[in-house]
């Protein structure tokens, strides 16, 4: 298989759709490494798939950096490379409420975790040599970006800002021979995490999508793997 050995970083792995692709990167022989916000988010992770998948070769580990600090996170992925690929899942508090009322440092730390995140680790591969040649950098939107609700602007201006963002880098990051693209989960039910009410709310949801049912993070992790193994794609 294309990941069998293959080196991946997951930002945001030590939790829901970054925790579920690195359970599928380890099912196809991949080496992870966790990049997580907090020490007891990322041992717990980590703990959780060596328990998992308790092959002695395949190398688990994680660590702890801080995505809105260009400084750190560059440092953080200096010191691991180089690897093959680079997932980028993490996120901030959603915001949903009227314009009227939004907290504009609220809205600035969604752009400081979402989208100047993802730059500052586009930055870190161009300028360190990161992510080896035919390797992959796979970015996460969401569908604001593509169909906005009430209440929803701000969430739907940074998942547009990154769409435009990954066209921008798949041109930038070609000369280094890694391929950029984002991922658009949509609803996606936690497989980890305790929220019975947010995903009893999801559930009622799934009769208004074409599928019937909502997706997990394992259904969510398929997207991020075919973007990470197929090598004629980038730009998406």
């Given at each position: 298989d294309r990941l069998l050995g293959h080196k991946a970083i997951i930002i945001g792995g030590s939790r829901g759709i970054g925790l579920g692709v690195a359970e599928a990167f380890l099912s196809f022989g991949a080496?992870?490494?966790l990049i997580?916000?907090?020490?007891?988010?990322v041992q717990n992770a980590v703990k959780l798939l060596k328990e998992e998948y308790p092959d002695p070769a395949l190398e688990i580990v994680g660590s702890t950096s801080d995505v809105?600090?260009?400084?750190?996170?560059?440092?953080s992925l200096r010191v691991l490379a180089p690897v093959d690929h680079i997932v980028y899942t993490a996120v901030d508090a959603r915001i949903r409420g009227p314009i009227g009322a939004?907290?504009?440092?609220d809205a600035k730390d969604l752009f400081g975790v979402k989208f100047w995140g993802q730059v500052a680790v586009a930055k870190a591969i161009a300028n360190h040599d990161?992510?080896?040649p035919g390797g992959s950098y796979t970015v996460t939107s969401g569908t604001l970006s593509l169909k906005p609700t009430t209440a929803t602007a701000v969430g739907a201006a940074v998942n547009g800002a990154v769409n435009s963002l990954t066209q921008g880098l798949a041109i930038d990051l070609s000369s280094k021979g890694v391929r950029?693209?984002?991922v658009i989960p949509g609803f996606v039910l936690s497989t980890h995490e305790n929220n019975p009410a947010r995903d009893a709310n999801l559930k009622k949801r799934a009769e208004k999508l074409l599928t019937g049912f909502v997706g997990t993070n394992e259904d969510i992790a398929e997207a991020y793997l075919y973007l990470a193994r197929a090598r004629?794609?980038?730009g998406t």
């Open positions: 080496h992870v490494h997580g916000f907090t020490t007891a988010s809105r600090d260009e400084a750190a996170i560059t440092e939004l907290d504009i440092a990161v992510i080896k950029v693209n984002a004629y794609t980038t």
